[in-house]
């Protein structure tokens, strides 16, 4: 049975708007619900609501080109406040999506990472020294620090919209996606933040930091693969230029995740990759939410 | 008064689903009524053709990392042949794009090319080479050579969807915009395809190929930024990882054309920037529509 956890960031007059509230798991589930509801109230039709839904969102694809990452920015321009997020933000490129949270008028109030990567140093830790109120988000799965640990079931929200966590260990022990909201409120099409589980035709690597081919496929398989087939696809990387994928296209055309279970764990096994160049610097700093906070601690 | 003229490929069983037809103006501009008149048919309220509209269009955003060059490919994807064209396709990504094209079962009819490049090869005359039946366009203005050489008004159709096109010269003498239309039945918000003349927080060099920063100035302030506010703006580079801007953005933070004419000009003339690397390559190339035509030219 999914659990239903919500992490809200309370912007009512009244509350501090600088801190997020991560709620325990019984209260949030009953004001989850809550909240579905009440928007539910608001549309009428199937068309009206997903036509408000995708015009409630603000959103952009961000690249940092010398480790082929994309991160996302995802704002409720509806609110009043526009609460945003960040998905997979990069050190190199902070100051960047900074400066455009900034000029697009919205109020960031989440770094959040689908794992700890080993190929860049996340921009979390130098984004929360910046934006004081913004609080890192990572799986509790991946034994790394930041200020929200989620679990799958758990819901982010931003306004009125939210993502949802989804497991989808196997490139890491604690890769999580991201999907937007299934309610009616909502974008649509659903848009998935897969990070290394799902790439746009393709994977990521199986082989270190707990990394398994078979928990990869089971992953994919059921996470991400059961999603309503016109869901957008979104990887931390692409190497190849492609942007954007569908769930539908990559269950048809996607090299590895086609295969059977034992024909992909084949080609995973025999992939003879190199060591991953950033490794040793950046998984222990992701492992504290960026180098930023190594070097204040060791300060 | 705006010229009206088609770019139609026919896609009816009985004529040729090979030939692109290029009409005279006259007829065309009646041909062009029509065809919005019986799209209008279809439709009864604002909101419901805005979501046709945008579920018509299949639209990806491509990239070629060397020269930092976007490609679009949108394809109309209501229409039982799926009728696609590429804007700004790259030779080094023809493949890739090809590719994608066959996967989403996509009927390729233009391969089409904002103005004649100077930082890479198009993709055009490989892509022409490869899918016969392909039509390659540029502007006439651009004095290079293409199997349709368009304007300044005309429409270029993919099924029921159209580009319009608008003459942005100042980067080079020959660059236009290509503007997805405003009908009923077209994509909302509206896209712009700008190539180089206005670039996310940037706009192209002036100093070659014709370019003259005062017809730049004023080819976006009256060709781009006319266009409503929440129009996407599509660059042919992006040298910072941003992938999408909007009119409105680009109107309130251009670094650039933000500025009065003058300061402007001041800033275009001050820029030393170094000789375009592809320079002497790319342009005798892509006057001939790629570097493929010119090789089977020499054979």
Redesign the interface.
Known sequence: MLRFRLLSFSLSPISSSSSPVFKPHTRNRFLFLKKLSSQMGSYTTA??S??SG?KKLLF??????DSSTYTYLLADASHPDKPALLVDPVDK?AD?DLS?VK??GLKLIYAINTHVHADHVTGTGLIKSKVPGVKSIISKASNAQADLLIEPGDKVYFGDLFLEVRATPGHTLGCVTYVTGDGPNQPQPRMVFTGDALLIRGCGRTDFQGGSSETLYKSVHTQIFTLPKDTLVYPAHDY?????STVG?EM??NPRLTKDEAGFKGIMENLNLAYPKMMDVAVPANMLCGLQDVESKAN
Request: proline share 0%; net charge positive.
């Open positions: 068309s009206d997903q036509l995708s952009r694809q961000l690249f940092e080109k490129t960047r455009l000029e697009l190849k230029g492609f942007t954007v296209e048809k055309y």
